[in-house]
C-alpha cells in the first residue's frame, strides 16, 4: 500500500469496529448525515477497518447506506447462511491476552492468531464471506481511495489492503470483519487473516496528513482513544450505547442500531458542517 502523497487528501473519513451492531449503528448515522447533506462517501480518503470496513466498502463504491436500514434477505432454505454464534471461551482467552499489560503488541497479535488457528472452518468461512458479499453488494474496489486493514493469524504482522493489492473485495471486508470467537480467520492468497482492529483500534494513522479527519467509533465508548489533531470524532449517544452493549442477534435488534445512528444525524451535521466540504465545493 502507497501512502505517500495522503497529505495532499483534503478529507478523510475512518470508521472503526463495532461488531454486527456496530455496523448498523455506523450505515444509520452515515445514511442520516447524507439526508442532512453530509455525504461521508465523498470522503477523498476512506479507511474502514471492521464493522467500518463494510460501511466503507458501501460508501466508497457509491452507494447509498440506507440500503443496510434491515439486513439482507437470507434464503429461507439455507441453514447454512445462519450467523455464527460466538464462543465466550475462545472470546475470553482472546480478551485476556489483549488485556495483557506485560505483553507488547506484536507478541499479542501472534498469541492472538494461534488461538483463532485453532478454529479453522472451511464451511464458516464460506458463510463469513457469503455474508460479507451480501452486506456490501460489491464486488470490485472502488475508484475512490479505500484502505482495510487485518492481521496476519500467523505471524500477527498487521496488513493494509487497497485496490492495488489484488486481493478480492469481498476477502479483505471478511478478513478485516473476523474477530476471533466470532468468525473464523479468512484465506487470502495462502495465509489466514484476523480482524483488522487488532492492528491498532480504528486505525486513524492511515489517514495522517489528511486536512479533515472524521472519525466514526462505534466503539469509543469502551475504548476511549485521544483524536488525532483536527480529527472529528463521531462516538454513539447514550440511547445507542445501550442497543450496542445488549449485542442482540436478531434482525429486529439491527434495525433499531441503524436507526439510533440515524436519530444521532441530525446533531452530528451540525457539527460537521463547518468542516466537510462537498465534492462540488473541491473542484
Not at 506484536?106 to 479453522?120: F, H, N, Q, S, Y
Not at 468461512?125 to 482495510?148: D, G, K, M
Not at 480467520?185 to 479527519?213: C, K, S
Request: aromatic letters at 4%.
Amino acid at each position: 500500500m502507497e501512502t505517500d502523497g495522503m497529505h495532499d487528501l483534503d478529507q478523510a473519513l475512518v470508521l472503526g469496529p463495532g461488531g454486527r451492531l456496530g455496523t448498523a449503528w455506523t450505515a444509520g448515522l452515515a445514511a442520516g448525515l447524507r439526508s442532512f447533506g453530509v455525504d461521508l462517501g465523498e470522503a477523498d480518503l476512506i479507511v474502514g477497518t471492521s464493522a467500518g470496513a463494510i460501511v466503507g466498502a458501501v460508501l466508497a463504491t457509491g452507494q447509498d447506506p440506507s440500503r443496510l436500514a434491515t439486513l439482507p434477505a437470507r434464503p429461507p432454505a439455507d441453514a447454512s447462511s445462519a450467523p455464527c454464534r460466538p464462543d465466550p471461551s475462545m472470546m475470553g482467552a482472546v480478551f485476556a491476552v489483549l488485556g495483557d499489560p506485560g505483553l507488547d503488541p506484536a507478541d499479542a497479535r501472534r498469541r492472538v492468531g494461534r488461538i483463532a488457528l485453532e478454529t479453522v472452518d472451511a464451511e464458516a468461512e464460506s458463510r463469513l464471506i457469503a455474508q460479507r458479499a451480501a452486506l456490501i453488494a460489491a464486488e470490485s474496489w472502488p475508484q475512490r481511495p479505500l484502505l482495510i486493514p487485518a492481521v496476519d493469524a500467523e505471524t500477527g504482522e498487521p496488513i493494509v489492503w487497497d485496490a492495488a493489492a489484488g486481493v478480492p473485495l469481498v476477502r479483505a471486508v471478511a478478513a478485516s470483519s473476523a474477530f476471533p470467537g466470532v468468525e473464523p480467520p479468512v484465506a487470502v492468497d495462502g495465509r489466514r487473516y484476523l480482524d483488522g482492529a487488532l492492528r491498532d483500534g480504528t486505525n486513524t494513522d492511515l489517514a495522517a496528513g489528511t486536512r479533515t479527519v472524521v472519525v466514526i467509533d462505534p466503539l469509543a465508548h469502551r475504548h476511549p482513544r485521544p483524536t488525532t489533531d483536527g480529527a472529528h470524532l463521531l462516538a454513539p449517544d447514550s440511547a445507542a450505547v445501550l442497543l450496542l452493549d445488549a449485542e442482540q442477534g436478531d434482525p429486529e435488534a439491527w434495525t433499531a442500531a441503524y436507526q439510533a445512528g440515524e436519530a444521532q444525524a441530525s446533531t452530528a451535521a451540525e457539527e460537521l458542517r463547518a468542516h466537510w466540504r462537498p465534492a462540488t465545493d473541491r473542484d
